[in-house]
């Protein structure tokens, strides 16, 4: 067995593989560039070299760099996680060349499962069913819409180098996949070192079902089970379980059977995993294999109680697996929330900053936390804008779901943009309840975007008779005087006079003649308030605010003011401020890079117009005309870094 493991990586991953290696007596040590310093891996791990400067192609993709680093610190094997360098056959090689071992699969499985065309070929050849579609590199729009025409619109636009979400574009028509093809192929480029890209069949109302196998040096293979990864905004998985709730057992089996088949036709050894969409009468087609970890592994693990990364390292070793596939039991349910630092009610775009407040949920009754921050760390434009992977397993689909919600309701992330509250929406759907999924599920649902206030009445009510406990409360400590008794509480959707009053340790509160028990143990300046409203338990948290609080639960979250009847009287009688008319310019909604300007000056321009291109966190987004008009002044060239909301162009 290896002394001591190189991670390159950072990030969440590095610190989860840093947890397997410390329970196997095994050394680490972690790399990192200039921005990751203070990096929560690098504080986990036994030892930590420096490897460049914050931008990805300056450190964590120099290979050299990380060879460098192995021959420096002892290292006999480096595990790659994932993205980075964890699919480049050039880097298992180095490695190879230098006496390293390689925590991965062999360097002739990688190059035939890294290339998505050859990919598509080989798997054809191991009688695994795949997707209509060009299988071939596609040179330019005109051949592009041609083949798009034969295999009949719509098709996907993949990268054949690409992963994770990246280089992909979904075309209905001629102009979409012109300029699709044109950002996939720069995404790609970016993220890959690879431009090309391929066509293929998009298949409607799909799910997005992936097999995980594990293969050791001795010819022998196995499929620990499914993972339902159909939960997607823009190709980029949100939430994932296991086991799938749509399959049965025989398209379960017959998934894993041609997922090992594939494996054995390329002498696959470690963790894989292998893609497939699967249409609404359960047949399947082979998207991809990737010769890496993946990032749901958790939820694997969880029914099966292996540990996936100590079994790469096994396998990396020498060792045989100890299991055969009869031997494999699923014990209950296991899904995953990607937490990510955005903004779902901007377009789901990156947010960047300090975490001022960190305060997840414990890991406990089966709940598993995967991160790589900690509270006063920096979230970075440099990296993914995972945050943490928050995972629950429950004895049936409904536990787990139940499970996992209630632990979102208690993670406060405070300074920078999230999606807890949208991933507690998702949860609560009662599509996604029902299992009723498909990787259009997001697009589907919030059409117009994720609204952060929406909340059935009851549940309204309870918030509302809670916010003015917890005023009340406040009220008191500040003036060391019995509580404030009436209030005005108003939330998007709903307004009530409130009487507070004392009862038996709770809090009685009237809400327009209707009363509810308040049971609370919260103080004031705790960010999370634990409850019983009537009797039904809550975890809100909540911000303090002058007249109210910032309150989020169950996949609301809103200002919810909480004023004395004489405020509000007089607030009534304020009149409204209008806003600034900030029309006329086209700020940046996130910060990122311009990678182009699409327009110039005295261009007259049609709503949906393509304007410029901005990459953020390795992806990149199409800003668009939001109406007809004139350029007047463009305040941003190509190359500019940009904050949220500084001026792109001006209209007349």
Same mark, same amino acid.
């Given at each position: ?21 410390? &329970?196997?007596?095994?050394?680490? +040590?972690?790399?990192?560039?200039? @921005?990751?310093? /203070? =990096?929560?891996?690098? #504080?986990? $791990? ?102 798009? &025409?034969?295999?009949?619109?719509? +098709?996907?636009?993949?990268?054949? @180098?690409?992963? /994770? =979400?990246?280089?992909? #574009?979904? $075309? ?481």
């Amino acid at each position: 067995m290896f002394k001591t493991i190189l991670i390159a990586n950072r990030g969440e991953i590095a610190c989860r593989i840093v947890k397997t290696c410390r &329970r196997m007596g095994i050394r680490t +040590v972690a790399v990192h560039s200039e @921005a990751d310093a /203070g =990096g929560l891996h690098v #504080r986990m $791990a036994d030892v930590a070299v420096p490897i460049g400067a914050p931008p990805a192609a300056e450190s964590y993709l120099r290979i050299e760099r990380i060879v460098e680093a192995c021959k420096a610190t002892g290292a006999e094997a480096v595990h790659p996680g994932f993205g980075f360098l964890s699919e480049r056959a050039a880097f298992a090689d180095a490695l190879k060349q230098a006496g390293i071992a390689f925590i991965g699969p062999d360097v002739p499985a990688i190059k035939a499962m890294g290339d998505k065309i050859e990919s598509k070929k080989l798997a054809s050849k191991a009688k695994v069913s795949t997707v209509p579609g060009f299988l071939g590199e596609v040179s330019d729009a005109q051949a592009a819409a041609k083949i798009a &025409r034969e295999i009949g619109y719509p +098709v996907m636009i993949k990268a054949s @180098a690409g992963g /994770g =979400g990246k280089g992909m #574009r979904i $075309a209905y028509g001629d102009s979409e996949l012109a300029q699709g093809l044109q950002s996939a192929a720069n995404e790609a480029k970016a993220a890959f070192g690879d431009a090309r890209v391929f066509i293929e069949k998009f298949i409607e109302q799909p799910r997005h079902i992936e097999i995980q196998v594990l293969g050791d040096k001795h010819g022998n293979t196995l499929y620990l089970w499914e993972r339902e990864c159909s939960i997607q905004r823009r190709h980029q998985k949100v939430i994932e379980e296991a086991p799938s709730p749509f399959l049965d057992e025989a398209t379960r089996q017959a998934m894993g059977e041609q997922a090992v088949a594939l494996a054995k036709a390329v002498g696959y050894h470690s963790a894989g995993t292998v893609e497939f969409i699967v249409g609404p009468d359960r047949k399947f087609y082979f998207l991809e294999m990737n010769t890496r970890l993946q990032v749901e592994h958790p939820v694997t693990e969880m029914i099966t109680g292996l540990d996936i990364v100590e079994w790469m390292i096994r396998i990396a070793a020498g060792e045989k697996l100890s299991l055969r596939q009869q031997d494999l039991k699923r014990e209950g349910w296991a899904m995953e929330a990607r937490v990510y630092a955005e903004d779902p009610r901007r377009g789901f775009l990156p947010s960047i900053g300090r975490l001022t407040r960190f305060r997840p949920p414990k890991e406990e009754h089966g709940i598993r936390l995967d991160t790589g921050v900690f509270e006063g760390a920096e979230i970075s434009m440099y990296y993914d804008p995972m945050i943490a992977k928050l995972v629950a397993h429950g004895a049936n689909r409904a536990d787990a779901i139940a499970r996992l919600g209630e632990a979102l309701d208690e993670f406060v992330v405070r300074g920078i943009s999230h999606n807890v509250s949208f991933l507690r929406a998702v949860l609560a759907h009662p599509r996604f309840a029902s299992g009723a999924i498909s990787t259009g599920f997001i697009a589907e649902e919030y059409p117009d975007g994720y609204k952060a206030d929406v909340l059935e009445d009851g549940a309204k009510r309870r918030l509302g008779a809670l916010a003015a406990a917890l005023m009340a409360m406040r009220r008191g400590r500040e003036r060391g005087t019995a509580p404030t008794r009436e209030f005005a509480v108003d939330l998007p959707g709903a307004s009530w006079s409130a009487k507070v009053a004392k009862r038996d340790g709770a809090l009685a509160v009237t809400l327009d003649g209707r009363a509810s028990l308040v049971e609370t143990a919260w103080r004031p300046g705790q960010p999370l308030a634990v409850a019983k409203v009537d009797g039904r338990e809550m975890a809100v948290q909540v911000e303090p605010l002058s007249e109210g609080f910032r309150m989020a639960h169950g996949g609301f979250e809103a200002t919810v003011s909480v004023r004395s009847r004489r405020a509000a009287e007089l607030a009534a009688r304020m009149p409204e401020k209008k806003a600034a008319d900030g029309s006329r310019m086209l700020l940046s909604p996130m910060p990122g890079l311009v990678v182009s300007i699409d327009v110039k000056p005295g261009e007259s321009v049609s709503a949906g117009q393509k304007l410029c291109v901005l990459d953020a966190m390795k992806m990149e987004n199409v800003l668009q005309s939001p109406r007809d008009g004139k350029i007047a002044k463009i305040h941003a060239k190509k190359g500019d870094s940009l904050a949220v909301d500084q001026p792109i162009l001006e209209f007349e």
